[in-house]
């Protein structure tokens, strides 16, 4: 029996699966399959009917899919936060700012270079939100200080290295990010940037390819408190990555 997940990239890239999987009681009598790409992406993959459970971060578009029938079941699997990192010389001085949407304000109005992964992601869409309560739109700056690299959060965190910008990316990916360079945490704030992650189980009665038991043994289990113990004791250097509400 096989279990595809379709995932968002963050949870993959923060080692969480490497960590929680293994520990499935039935971990040996099945083949679980993580497939790791963009919210959006992941999303699609599911409704192809190429996975049995969606692990995703985008409320909208988690909505849209309970009410187009493309799953049957949903979980509040986690939550964590997201962060906007920057050059420790700060020149928009974000560090400074009282809420995220002031942080973005003054990265806009000063034109500083600002990565954007622009790839359909939960954290895209995240960022986007930001600029949308804004009234700004920094699309038409793209190419000049606001670059749309289209990849992922590890690329995308590379490139905001390499050319001293700032990103919006998720704290598990940053904290797992080797190459931090001249780069810090210069805004947080876990109640502001909040990021919800939930477990949807694909509709089986539509995807005949896939097996229900084996899927839904696994949701099962994500969903339980030993599972949910799991998640909140998984650190990353000596950090909680991780909580449960």
Sequence with gaps: DTVTIQSTTSTRDSGLYKYLLPLYPDYQKIQIKVVAVGTGQAIIN????????????????????????????????????????????DLARVATSLTAEDAFAKIYDSKSMFISRSDSSGTHAAEMSIWNK???????????????SGQGMGPSLNIAISLGAY?????????????KGSHDVLYENIEEL?????????????CKN?????AINLFNW??????ATLIKNYQINNKHIFYID
Aim: include cysteine.
């Design 46 to 89: 599911a409704r192809n009917c190429d996975g049995n459970i969606l692990i995703i971060h985008d409320k909208k578009r988690e909505i849209e899919f309970m009410k187009k029938n493309y799953g049957t079941k949903i979980h509040s699997l986690m939550f964590n936060d997201y962060v906007i990192i920057g050059p420790r010389e």
């Design 134 to 148: 804004l009234r700004l739109n920094p699309r038409p700056f793209s190419g000049s200080w606001y670059l749309e």
């Design 167 to 179: 990103i919006f990316t998720d704290r598990s990916s940053w904290l797992r990010f080797q190459n």
């Design 194 to 206: 909040r990021n919800n992650y939930s477990m949807i189980l694909v509709n089986h009665a539509r």
């Design 210 to 214: 896939l097996s229900l038991e084996p």
């Design 222 to 227: 994500l969903k339980s408190t030993q599972a």
